[in-house]
């Protein structure tokens, strides 16, 4: 489960899964980048900012090293919706995702994960994309493979 929530997305996970799952609107993804350790506003300056972009206006910086480039999940990439009657909740996972020989260089340590809602993939804009989860996630690359192993529990949930 997520360190925390974006204000922008409580109420929305559910909807968005849905979207990319649905390819409404077409290209529509969950991205998932690598945040750099050096930095990084408290919770609770990160939680009310409105976009990608508004992520990184400030100290914080997602990750340059090489090989950590940013990953989609789209309508065929396996977000998997539960809906539990039982527990009153929807749980939304995805799989795990391996960055592949990432180096020790650019912005060095790696401290967090951040997912977003990108609407249109294609317009390569990071103002469009709307911050959904932040998770801990320490490492400090060694030149090979990261895998950033999504909790049992997933990675959103709505209750």
Avoid at 64 to 88: E, L, M, P, V
Avoid at 119 to 132: A, H, I, M, Q, Y
Wanted: proline share 4%; aromatic share 8%; charged share 20%.
């Amino acid at each position: 489960m997520p360190d925390f929530v974006f204000n922008r997305a409580k109420g929305r996970g559910t909807e968005w899964a849905e979207r990319i799952n649905g390819n409404d609107p077409p290209n529509s993804v969950l991205l998932i980048a690598l945040v750099a350790a050096t930095g990084v506003q408290e919770d609770a300056v990160l939680k009310d900012l409105d976009s990608f972009e508004a992520l990184v206006a400030g100290a914080t910086n997602f990750a340059t090293n090489t090989g950590s480039t940013r990953k989609s999940i789209d309508n065929a990439g396996g977000i998997t919706i539960t809906y539990d009657d039982t527990n009153d909740r929807v749980d939304t996972d995805c799989p795990d995702q391996t960055w592949t020989a990432v180096a020790n260089d650019g912005t060095g340590a790696i401290s967090d994960i951040a997912t977003g809602y990108d609407s249109d993939s294609t317009g390569g804009n990071d103002g469009n994309v709307l911050p959904w989860t932040f998770h801990d996630f320490s490492v400090t690359p060694d030149g090979s493979d990261i895998t950033a192993q999504i909790a049992t529990a997933g990675f959103f949930r709505a209750s």
